[in-house]
């Protein structure tokens, strides 16, 4: 089955959901039916480009590192002069696949999780899927962009708001039928975990930044991780789905990791406790982030550096955890392609259309 | 969607899992359009029941567990003498129910998987759909089955036989799309676990082993647990599964918990390490389930108890872990209502029948 992509946001994520798409044509094709084309790529500053036939995604990624912007890419067609990504949004509604998919990975806005949340009502109105990377639209608008997209018979999925790749949403939809979560504490910012860590081994807090950044970990603007901000987002997203909350960030109880915090790291870790950020949410009540001395023996106070980790309680499986261990880009990509084989899937179980059975 | 369901094997995990369904018997039907109903009950020594239009599960479990037998059930119809499991599977299949699914729950038999793998291929044989609570047949003959069922198109599903009703082969199979799973390691035995902690902690074997007899937590021979074959089996289903192998449980290189092991597992705490009992198994080569003594801050050493915990290293998501950090008998029978769900979710995704969608 053909699905045609506009790419909203060609960032780091975007690029690298390009390069892995095309890397992984072969295993999409074979086993899920799923042949993709890139017809659109749209960029708040770099121009846009469109080509209903496709563009070449690795091409177009390793021309933006070269410094070229994406409205010269070779294979565009001309575009009207102040077009902007809706004009790309609504190109791609035209499409006669089977699969249209607005793919989005703009960069969070923590003041209104926009324009990502925009776009995600743009691909909706304009009758294409939507998937995004982006942590805004999940919280601090979830409930009425479920209800938009259920309208729609359309999906709207964000895998890789919390934990990349690593299935949380999917965890919960696809492998817990029946299950009620009663509520959730996690470390979710690989940033300042592996701040927290760095001090309480004795380094000092703007050395353990620095590598976060040059890594590509940290937020372009880091102070969406060590104010604690990228969790409270992470927060609200899993109340809004997994509590059914209707809460934002900026209702989350928030504090964040500062130099301060290197006294109580190193002193928690010499009685054998971590100091450590954690988000709690409980069906019912707000959400927060907060710092807390952990007992060596929690699971949490075990994770070290960027590894994250989510514990769930739940009315009949008791309580259960989803770790990453290691992540990076490509685990932030690869969030991206689960969600359109998600969207693929359900588009298998429509009418006249036969899903893959595996036993 | 109307789902008759004959039960093999009536122990503690068919009994909780008897009332499991009655508990959740709305929300099975709400959330899943799925109605339920027991129409016959098999075991190896008390006796078959068979109903046609259904049988009182909840009042079955508490007729069983007061001394009573099956074949004295209210409500049975007459069965010929010297009818077996087979006969009660032979009577499901003449059922116009369009789900009729053996829910099979023996326990397992370490010679050969018997009888557990005869009533998967009976099942099939006769047009069922069958799920199993039991590590038999994926441990000694998934592959054989798995085309057995893809031939006949029906599912065969064993979501229980690893870590309870926490989610293991359905996180890879429906959250994990295009990813290979290069290797596995784990602590999948809880009552070698306990055993191992209590040791550690200055405690005498024999009376933590009888904790979890107690507890109903050790398997009915508990040797199946201290010799590390309870492990074993667990590590072939998972080579068989998640790394397309072709063994059984006797080709695990295996070792096993006892006394002596009080000593190492107590020095291996004092000098910041944990004795644990791990199975590893990586594409290609034979699995295994060894006594490690694994440093402090690696996720399984933080195992305590009857927490058990798997970690998967994959090609596009790096290292993940799933953790469940309380089990019991519930959360046995509950693997077995997912896997129910799941032939639910398949039979919709079959054409005339619209799956739910949930955006």
């Known amino acids: 089955m053909r699905a045609d992509l506009a790419l909203v946001g060609f960032g780091n994520v975007g690029r690298r959901f390009a390069r892995l798409l095309d890397e992984q044509r072969e295993r999409l094709h074979q086993q899920h039916d799923l042949d993709c084309r890139i017809v659109g790529i749209a960029t708040r500053r770099h121009g846009l480009a469109y080509n209903a036939v496709g563009l070449d995604g690795p091409n177009a990624a390793a021309f933006v590192e070269n410094g070229g912007i994406?409205?010269?890419?070779?294979?565009?067609?001309?575009?009207?002069?102040?077009?902007?990504?809706?004009?790309?949004?609504?190109?791609?509604?035209?499409?006669?696949?089977?699969?249209?998919?607005?793919?989005?990975?703009?960069t969070l806005d923590i003041a209104a999780g926009q324009p990502a949340i925009d776009h995600v009502v743009a691909a909706l109105s304009a009758g294409c899927d939507v998937i995004t990377a982006n942590k805004g639209p999940a919280a601090f608008a979830y409930q009425d962009l479920r209800h938009r997209a259920r309208d729609a018979g359309l999906s709207f999925l964000f895998e890789g708001a919390v934990m990349d790749g690593v299935p949380v949403f999917n965890l919960t939809r696809e492998t817990m039928p029946v299950v009620n979560v009663l509520s959730f504490r996690g470390v979710v910012n690989s940033t300042t975990n592996h701040i927290l860590t760095a001090l309480e081994d004795g380094e000092d807090f703007g050395p353990a930044l620095a590598r976060m950044q040059i890594a590509g970990i940290a937020e372009a603007d880091p102070t969406l991780d060590v104010d604690g901000w990228d969790a409270a987002a992470k927060a609200a997203a899993l109340a809004n789905v997994l509590l059914d909350a209707r809460i934002t960030p900026h209702d989350v109880i928030r504090e964040g990791v500062g130099p301060a915090n290197a006294t109580p790291a190193r002193e928690a870790k010499a009685r054998g406790m971590r100091l450590r950020l954690v988000v709690e949410g409980k069906r019912g009540q707000t959400p927060s982030v907060k710092l807390r001395t952990l007992p060596g023996g929690d699971l949490l106070a075990g994770l070290r550096g960027t590894a994250n980790a989510l514990v769930l309680t739940t009315d009949l499986l008791g309580e259960i955890a989803i770790c990453q261990l290691g992540g990076g880009l490509t685990q932030t990509a690869y969030a991206l392609l689960s969600d359109l084989v998600t969207v693929r899937r359900r588009r298998a179980a429509q009418p006249g259309e036969q899903l893959r059975r595996s036993p």
Not at 71 to 78: A, M, R
Not at 86 to 93: I, N
Request: aromatic fraction near 0%.
């Open 70 to 106: 994406v409205s010269e890419l070779s294979g565009s067609q001309t575009l009207p002069s102040g077009a902007t990504s809706l004009d790309v949004v609504r190109g791609l509604s035209t499409s006669e696949a089977p699969l249209r998919v607005v793919v989005e990975s703009t």
